[in-house]
């Protein structure tokens, strides 16, 4: 799955390698910039994503809030891995892949 990037006035692409569902969790390649491998799901205090790789995680919210889970995810990631990660959950949640 192919999805577009913007930060400011750059833009990129980023494209979804493995989504894998687990029932009670996701996983989830990303290659752009980076490659980032992560691990999205839920909690009784709304969504949350793991990225073993960056030793980082969060707390999230719905896929379609964007802003939020880009400013969280740009605080661990960094801002183009933040934007990136937040993306690739939108376009799954928007093709109904995420059941959130």
Known sequence: MQF???????????????FTDYGTH??????SRSSVHVLFGRTSLGGFACMPD????????SPF?????TERLSFVLGMV????VAQALYHLAKSELIDY
């Open 4 to 18: 577009e990037c913007q930060w400011k006035n750059e833009k990129w692409s980023g494209r979804i390698t493995n």
């Open 26 to 31: 996701y996983e989830i390649n990303i290659q």
């Open 54 to 61: 960056f030793n980082a995680g969060c707390h999230l919210i």
């Open 65 to 69: 809030d964007t802003f939020w889970n």
């Open 81 to 84: 891995d933040g934007i990136t």
